[in-house]
């Protein structure tokens, strides 16, 4: 990863990680937002963002699979939670509510942090746009249903306004909106009542770490 001076073990390391790991592959929604947002944050020598994306060549993109894959990075490249920030986000669209909860529970204890959309990272986006209302009643009730009508909604948003869900001035709205929907999650819960998204969560650590301002005009 660029910017980043690897470390052997036992060696002092010059740089905090910020480790997302992704159900979306390289082309997809998730990696794809994630690389245009690192690549405008502030260039600062006391972290480096990582970006773990689905392979492309075996397609495991459930969350028992992402958060093997940061498993396995957080083991190769000696990181720690006590140290660095590390960040698993999926969907709850298409998977079990018993994997849900399994890796939900297994990634507390190991002090990942949960970046979970429900129904899916495209609520996220679609969030960052100033007309859309999220009527619950007049939803599916089935989550692979629900997905569905939140990516025609953000292509709809597209193309209407253009890429919204790909401007900083976005952002801010995006994450009060966020923010507001997680209201209706109970304490306690690992991951958001529907509609829900957590990633807000990772922007908020992105400013902590002054790799974005705190305030963005919208």
């Not at 052997?8 to 992704?22: F, S």
């Not at 480096?48 to 957080?74: M, W």
């Not at 679609?126 to 953000?154: C, G, I, M, Q």
């Amino acid at each position: 990863m660029r910017g980043l001076s690897r470390r052997r073990r036992g060696a002092v390391r010059d740089a905090r990680i910020i480790a997302i790991a992704l159900e979306g592959e390289r082309s997809g929604e998730e990696f794809r937002y994630f690389n245009w947002l690192r690549e405008r944050l502030v260039n600062d020598h006391r972290f480096v963002v990582e970006l773990l994306p689905t392979p492309s060549d075996t397609h495991e993109s459930s969350p028992d699979a992402v958060i093997r894959r940061l498993d396995g990075h957080v083991s190769t490249h000696g990181l720690s939670p006590e140290i660095d920030l590390l960040w698993l986000v999926f969907d709850i669209d298409t998977w079990p509510l018993a994997m849900l909860s399994r890796v939900a529970q297994v990634a507390t204890q190991k002090r990942y942090r949960l970046g979970i959309s429900n129904p899916c990272f495209e609520l996220w986006l679609l969030l960052h746009f100033d007309d859309v209302e999220l009527d619950v009643v007049a939803w599916p009730e089935n989550a692979r249903e629900r997905s569905r009508e939140t990516k025609r909604l953000l292509s709809l948003s597209r193309q209407e306004v253009g890429p919204r869900d790909a401007t900083l001035e976005a952002l801010h709205q995006a994450t009060l909106r966020a923010e507001q929907l997680m209201t209706a999650t109970p304490a306690g819960q690992r991951w958001p009542t529907f509609p829900g998204t957590q990633v807000h969560a990772i922007i908020a650590d992105l400013r902590s770490a002054q790799l974005l301002p705190e305030h963005l005009s919208s």
